[in-house]
């Protein structure tokens, strides 16, 4: 709209302006000379125009230029005496009334043309500031989509990484766990020939039959939900939040890792809080945290001599917050370096890959909580982790 209007053109040059502003008087002149003008307010019409056109193409400067040249013509050539610089007391006051009027012509449109330029102006920086804000905004979802793409890229590859450490850890778990899902099912098999035995004779005991039977059925269910953990902790996804009991993860693994505690004579103790409240959180990855946490004790254990103790422990703490503690009786953090075992490829076992606890911790973050660890005072170690208890934690 601004582009075709006249009023919002620029300035000309400064030489250029006053030159206009004598034109525009010389022009004025000219025509109110002509015999067909010779009319008693043709002249003052003419030069005021000339006037107002100087104003509002030049500024004041040009204006005054203008008002002057006209005063000077009014004088010389259409006021009494003719042809003379000086005038009567009677026409004085018609030059007096055309000079103010210059003026305040003059003034208006000077006036008007720089708030034209002004607005000019504004119209140009607001253009400038739009366009620039366009770019900036532009950028600015470049650079949101580009971290979105990398956010995203770092979840999958963290998601990958644990997925890796639950599988390695199965794997070194392999004989343990093949012994907890034999023991079901060899309980299943005696249960069964005795059920077989008790139906086999000359008169079938229905009762004692029908209690191998339950037992049977007990059996494989056992069997039937470590086989559904080890499934689950093999199984690869997207986390799923949900609320999860936290005090039911810790019997489940428990009793998953149960073979391995037995295996290398390490006694298991809980004091899991009655009134835990359950947190918004993925039920694998905590798993995978307390399995992490469970291994590191019991591989802390294994050469110790003395009483070997895993003790588990929940609670309910201040700022909506839930406590589980994991403490051991064996070699404790290696001295000095307590402060790396968080960190990646940190390692004190043979062939460790140093990552267990550092994707314990960032799961444990991930859920809104935190990860610490600690030397015990008589000997061990203990490790903390908070989750909140509110309806939703953190991504």
């Known amino acids: 709209m601004f582009r075709s209007n006249p009023l919002m053109r620029r300035k000309p040059p400064v030489m250029w302006s006053y030159e206009i502003a004598v034109l525009s008087a010389a022009v004025a002149l000219f025509i109110s000379r002509w015999p067909a003008f010779h009319l008693e307010t043709a002249p003052a019409s003419l030069f005021l125009c000339a006037v107002m056109f100087s104003a509002w193409l030049g500024g004041l400067g040009p204006g ?25 007391s009677e026409e004085m006051p018609r030059l007096v009334i055309f000079t103010v009027a210059a003026l305040l012509v003059g003034s208006l449109s000077a006036a008007q043309r720089s708030a034209n330029e002004s607005l000019r102006r504004t119209r140009d920086d607001l253009k400038r500031t739009l366009q620039e804000v366009q770019r900036t905004n532009e950028a600015l979802q470049a650079e949101s989509r580009e971290r979105k793409h990398a956010e995203e890229a ?36 005696t249960n069964a020939k005795t059920c077989l035995r008790w139906l086999a004779t000359d008169t079938p005991n229905l009762e004692e039959a029908r209690a191998a039977a339950a037992r049977i059925v007990k059996d494989q269910t056992r069997a039937a939900e470590i086989i559904s953990r080890i499934r689950l902790l093999f199984k690869k996804g997207a986390p799923q939040r949900e609320l999860v009991d936290v005090n039911e993860v810790i019997r489940e693994m428990i009793v998953l890792l149960g073979g391995e505690a037995t295996r290398y004579s390490v006694t298991v103790r809980t004091e899991l809080a009655a009134d835990l409240p359950q947190t918004m959180g993925d039920r694998v990855q905590l798993q995978q945290v307390l399995m992490n946490l469970i291994m590191n004790s019991i591989d802390a254990m294994k050469d110790v001599d003395g009483t070997r103790e895993l003790a588990i422990k929940s609670r309910r703490v201040e700022n909506e917050q839930l406590l589980v503690t994991v403490s051991d009786t064996g070699v404790g953090l290696p001295a000095q370096q307590a402060d790396q075992i968080f960190n990646a490829y940190f390692t004190t076992k043979l062939n460790g890959t140093g990552m267990g606890l550092r994707i314990s911790r960032s799961i444990v973050e991930s859920h809104g909580g935190h990860l610490c660890a600690a030397n015990n005072s008589a000997r061990g170690a203990s490790f903390h982790f908070t989750l909140p208890t509110r309806a939703e934690g953190p991504e």
């Open 64 to 88: 005054l230029l203008a008002t002057a040249l006209s005063c000077l013509a009014l004088s010389y050539y259409f006021l009494e005496p003719l042809h003379s610089f000086s005038v009567n």
């Open 154 to 189: 770092l979840r999958q590859a963290r998601a990958d990484l644990a997925h890796v450490n639950r599988v390695t850890t199965m794997g070194e778990l392999t004989a343990s766990l093949a012994h907890e899902v034999n023991q079901p099912i060899a309980a299943a098999v």
